[in-house]
């Protein structure tokens, strides 16, 4: 089992900058990859960011590459988002996901409750 809590959300203007911080509890996580995802209202939910926590290989959706960063920190098993010029299109409810290094796809089974991120213009 993965426990995993998301926080730093909030209100933040266009342009400008938001760490988001996801804790893991449960197990260990070098075989495990971790993942942000996004959900706007009336929109479906999109991938955003994900890492291998083994090696700290990073992948990142075509709209957020060159502002986003995904990172991991070993001693506290925390994963962060930090969201840099950040545009409207960035609202959203944000969540932090975890799964199992696999072959295939990732599955992506376990998710934390989000945190609501809010870009003013």
């Known amino acids: 089992q993965v426990h995993l809590v998301e926080s730093g959300g909030g209100l933040v203007q266009a342009g400008g900058s938001l760490r988001l911080t996801c804790t893991v509890s449960?197990?260990?996580?070098?075989?495990?990859?971790m993942g942000w995802f996004r959900q706007a209202p009336g929109k479906e939910r999109e991938f955003v960011a994900s890492?291998?926590?083994?090696?700290?290989?990073?992948y990142y959706a075509e709209s957020v590459k060159d502002r986003f960063t995904i990172s991991r920190d070993n001693a506290k098993n925390m994963v962060y988002l930090e969201m840099n010029s950040v545009k409207p299109d960035d609202t959203a409810v944000y969540y932090c996901a975890a799964t199992p290094v696999l072959a295939g796809t990732p599955v992506w089974n376990y998710w934390g409750q989000g945190t609501q991120v809010t870009v003013s213009s």
């Open positions: 890492i291998r926590w083994r090696d700290g290989s990073a």
């Open positions: 449960g197990r260990t996580l070098d075989n495990y990859a």
